[in-house]
Every structure is written in structure tokens, then in C-alpha cells.
């Protein structure tokens, strides 16, 4: 299945597969799951060498939070590292001449100039949640395999980084709010490579309706709301796109149903740009909202934004350097990122036994931790089972700066700390 992969979705598709190499929609809904892809082991923290500097607080909204509330050294169940805790209230989503926060303005502007009861909006919300909000709320199953370790950043064991904006759907509802746009930076520990990165952003859609909005229509209120949910977000996707070819998928959400997926056709490929549907009445219930339906999206602004604005890895969001800042510096929706340099890549090779314990995502933390930014892809090249029945990995790490030439001393330095910190904290035996 081709997917343009950066992630959006992932609470979909109701198989427990990997649909995509690098990662994108891996978590799904079976009925049944392995208990033994719930709780997977925690990835110890690389405390040296870090290519971030320590961040001892952040300020989220005005509130202060101290690195010691979410980076617990002696916490078995937090695997927050300080490179996340670093990116916790940078909040690229309200940086108005950012490729973030200029779309966001657009799907704001469609909003505002299409509906007469306007859509409040919400930016500045924590990620810091509760299992609660970011799981049970909406329904996620309790052995569902995004709630792992692996998977998602614990801050402890009732805590969590959000992995989804729908994480403030129930909450919001229950304070009263009935049309809202719920926009957020989202945390997930994922695979590397140029369209994944473990920050990212999402805009979240909620609309209740009351008997009187659908009664006139003689319609079932969830064909309703699923008609009136598909006019919508084609719309948005025209606003965005202007005139293209679009298709509907069905799906599967634990928080929706029906539940869709638009897709777009770009570039001679179709993509998945958002996820949606009807939500569940029980949310609505719980939430105290009886006789009423509503429908919710949630869309991932990384991706629409690297489509249009043409930018070709994720890492650049993050980027700093004027020559990327300044290209976005008119906050308009229209512009092109015009790559000012492609510096050379820089190919290492890691081979190991891995133990049962092993998994991609605290490989990929590892590397971060050390090689921070200047890592572009990590990528399974061999793998195989001996007589003895030890399985080996051989990844390949593409080295490489957005900003400048990386000398060999320096690339063969970052290799030789992974491989002193893969052996390290996950139990693998180099070869
Ligand atoms: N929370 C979903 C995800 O991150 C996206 C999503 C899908 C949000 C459907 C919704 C929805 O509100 O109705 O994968």
C-alpha cells in the first residue's frame, strides 16, 4: 500500500499489520491483540553525549514545567528523553510566518468564512495529559498496542506526551463546547527517516449537532452529520489544494463510526490527508450529550505542509537557519521552499544480535540521542536467523546536516558512540 508516509492517522485500519515500511499507521484496531506487543520494554536514557543542550524548564501557555516533572531519571515507566522535553512549548503551530502556523491560519480562514457559528479555536492546550484523555476518552482499547512503551512517551504510569489532538475531544465537550478546532504539537516514538520525526502537529475538528440542525432534512442524524462532515472537509481540501481529484476510504477509529479517510491525488499518487467520522455516541454520552451527533476530523499538519510548501524532510521544520526562516518570512500559504544546499550524505552501517527485547523505535531513540538532527533515515538493510536461532539486524544510518558539510572525524564519532550506546542499553551484541 503507497502511502505518502509522514504521519497523520494512526489509530486506524482494523488489522494489527505494519501497512507501511517506515512506520506510518502502524497501530490498528483488531479484535484481539498479542499481549506481548503491550508494555514492550523500556528504552534506558542515553545520558551523555547528548547533541541537545539540557532544557532545566519550558513555559506551556504560561505555565512553567520543570524538566524534573517529565524527565524522570529513576522512573521506570518514563521514557521521556531530554531531546522531547527540549521541544515541549515550542509550539511551531503559532509561529505566524512558520510553514506550521500559516497553515493552520488557512484552515482557520476556511473555517471562519464558512460557517456563520464559528469554530472556537484551541492552541494552547498541554500535551501533557492523562492515559485517560489521551486513551480512554476515546475509547482506545485497554491492550491496544499504541498505549506501549514502545509506542508512546510516559511521563509515569498515569501520564502521557498526547499522541493525538483527539485526546482533548471529551474534555472539551464536557466543559460545554460544541464546535471546535484543537490544534497541537503530538508525540510519538517512532522510525527515522524524512518524513517522520517524534513531534509533530495535528489539528483537531469537532461539530455537534441537535435534533433541529437535522431534523428539516428528514435524514438519520448520522448520515447527516457524514454528509455534512464529507461537504466540509472536501471544501477544506479545495481551499488548500484548489482543484483536485479527492476519494473517500473507509476505515476504522475506535472514536468514530462510520469512519473515513480522504485521500488526495498529488503528484501522481494518491494521499491520505486526513482522518474523520462520526463519533461514537457513547463519547457523546459520556460527555453528557444525549440526542446529539457530531462528527470529528483530525489532520496532521506536517504532511499537508510539506506537500505544500515542497518540503522535502521533516527535519526542517524544526530549522532555525535563516535560510529556511526567512523563505516563509510574508506568512503566505502560496510559497515554494527553494532548498538552498543539499550537503553530502554520510553512510554508516551498524550490525548486531538483537535480543526478544529489541525493538526499531528504541534503536531510533538511541541514535537520536546522540546524532540529534544530524540523522536523516534509519533503515533495516539486512536481517537474518542462524541455526542457533540468534536473529541479526544491520541498519543503515544516513548521516546528514540540513545546514553543512559533516567532516569524516565527526561522523565517525557519532557511529562509534551508537555502538557503545547500542550495546549498552539494549542488550544487543555487535557484530
Ligand atoms: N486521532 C487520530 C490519529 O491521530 C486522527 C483522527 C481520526 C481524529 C478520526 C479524529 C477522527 O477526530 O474522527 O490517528
Not at 177 to 193: M, Q
Not at 393 to 421: A, G, P, W
Request: overall charge neutral; glycine content about 6%.
Amino acid at each position: 500500500m503507497t502511502i505518502f508516509s509522514v504521519h497523520s492517522t494512526i489509530f486506524s485500519r482494523a488489522s494489527v499489520v505494519l501497512l507501511s515500511s517506515n512506520g506510518f499507521k502502524r497501530f490498528s484496531f483488531a479484535s484481539s491483540f498479542s499481549s506481548t506487543a503491550v508494555y514492550s520494554p523500556r528504552l534506558p536514557k542515553v545520558k551523555k553525549q547528548r547533541r541537545y543542550p539540557i532544557v532545566s524548564a519550558v513555559d506551556i501557555g504560561g505555565v512553567t514545567i520543570a524538566r524534573n516533572d517529565v524527565v524522570k531519571d529513576d522512573d521506570p515507566t518514563n521514557n521521556v528523553p531530554d531531546s522531547i522535553f527540549s521541544k515541549l512549548g515550542m509550539q511551531l503551530h503559532r509561529r505566524n510566518k512558520h510553514p506550521i502556523g500559516i497553515l493552520k491560519s488557512a484552515i482557520y480562514n476556511y473555517f471562519d468564512s464558512n460557517y456563520a457559528k464559528k469554530f472556537e479555536k484551541f492552541e494552547d492546550l498541554s500535551p501533557i495529559v492523562t492515559t485517560k484523555q489521551n486513551f480512554d476518552d476515546v475509547l482506545v482499547p485497554a491492550d491496544h498496542v499504541s498505549r506501549s512503551l514502545n509506542d508512546t512517551y510516559y511521563v509515569d504510569p498515569q501520564t502521557v506526551l498526547r499522541c493525538h489532538t483527539s485526546a482533548h475531544q471529551a474534555e472539551l465537550l464536557r466543559k460545554g463546547h460544541s464546535r471546535f478546532l484543537v490544534t497541537g504539537d503530538v508525540y510519538r516514538r517512532d522510525s527515522i527517516d524524512s518524513t517522520h520525526y517524534p513531534v509533530f502537529h495535528q489539528m483537531e475538528g469537532f461539530c455537534v449537532f441537535s435534533p433541529e440542525d437535522w431534523n428539516d432534512s428528514g435524514m438519520d442524524p448520522t448520515l447527516y452529520a457524514a454528509e455534512d462532515l464529507k461537504k466540509c472537509l472536501e471544501g477544506l481540501a479545495r481551499h488548500l489544494f484548489g482543484s483536485v481529484e479527492m476519494r473517500w476510504v473507509d476505515t476504522y477509529f475506535p472514536f468514530t463510526n462510520p469512519s473515513f479517510e480522504l485521500e488526495i491525488y498529488f503528484k501522481e499518487d494518491w494521499l491520505e490527508v486526513l482522518g474523520c467520522g462520526v463519533t461514537e455516541q457513547v463519547i457523546l454520552k459520556q460527555s453528557g450529550l444525549e440526542n446529539k451527533v457530531a462528527w470529528a476530523f483530525g489532520l496532521g499538519l506536517e504532511r499537508l505542509a510539506m506537500v505544500l510548501f515542497d518540503i522535502p524532510d521533516i527535519r526542517l521544520f524544526w530549522s532555525s537557519d535563516e535560510r529556511f526562516t526567512s523563505q516563509f518570512g510574508k506568512g503566505e500559504l502560496g510559497v515554494k521552499f527553494k532548498p538552498y544546499s543539499k550537503y553530502p550524505p554520510c553512510y554508516k552501517d551498524i550490525s548486531f544480535w538483537i535480543s526478544d527485547a529489541f525493538t526499531e523505535n528504541n534503536f531510533c531513540e538511541v541514535v537520536r540521542g546522540i546524532a540529534g538532527d544530524l540523522v536523516e533515515e534509519v533503515k533495516l538493510i539486512d536481517q537474518f536467523t542462524n541455526k542457533k536461532g540468534m536473529t541479526s539486524h544491520c541498519y543503515r544510518i544516513v548521516f546528514r546536516s540540513m545546514e553543512r558539510s559533516l567532516t569524516d572525524e565527526e561522523v565517525n564519532d557519532l557511529q562509534s558512540k551508537v555502538r557503545v550506546e547500542v550495546e549498552k542499553k539494549l542488550n544487543v551484541e555487535l557484530r
